[in-house]
């Protein structure tokens, strides 16, 4: 791949020729590498990160790609997952809500 990390590669240039990714659905930060696998992985890491830090309920759009990723990431994480359409095939909404544990005496 040859790739000029001078000038990054950004969802809302490159990859949203390809797909067709509405402008207002975009990067904050432009990666040199726009492979699905690397921005998907980078958006699972920052996930991952969030519930750890045990948020009592998290929102936020991600890529529907990362759809079965995001369930078991939730699921790790202790949460409950709600999914969905934001009317671009390529994202999705989506709501995490910390699980209660019930003491049965």
Request: glycine share 8%.
């Given at each position: 791949m040859d790739t000029d990390v001078s000038e990054p590669?950004?969802?809302s240039s490159e990859?949203?020729?390809?797909d067709?990714?509405?402008a207002e659905f975009r990067?904050?930060?432009a990666f040199p590498d726009?492979?699905?696998?690397?921005?998907e992985g980078y958006e699972m890491g920052c996930?991952?990160?969030?519930?750890?830090?045990k948020p009592e309920q998290w929102s936020g759009t991600y890529h529907a790609g990362n759809a079965e990723m995001i369930r078991r990431t939730a699921a790790a994480c202790g949460y409950e997952v709600e999914i969905e359409s934001s009317g671009d095939a390529?994202?999705?909404?989506?709501t995490f809500t910390r699980r209660t544990?019930?003491?049965v005496r």
């Amino acid at each position: 791949m040859d790739t000029d990390v001078s000038e990054p590669v950004s969802l809302s240039s490159e990859r949203a020729k390809r797909d067709g990714t509405a402008a207002e659905f975009r990067q904050f930060i432009a990666f040199p590498d726009d492979r699905d696998g690397f921005v998907e992985g980078y958006e699972m890491g920052c996930l991952f990160a969030r519930l750890d830090a045990k948020p009592e309920q998290w929102s936020g759009t991600y890529h529907a790609g990362n759809a079965e990723m995001i369930r078991r990431t939730a699921a790790a994480c202790g949460y409950e997952v709600e999914i969905e359409s934001s009317g671009d095939a390529a994202w999705v909404f989506v709501t995490f809500t910390r699980r209660t544990l019930e003491v049965v005496r």
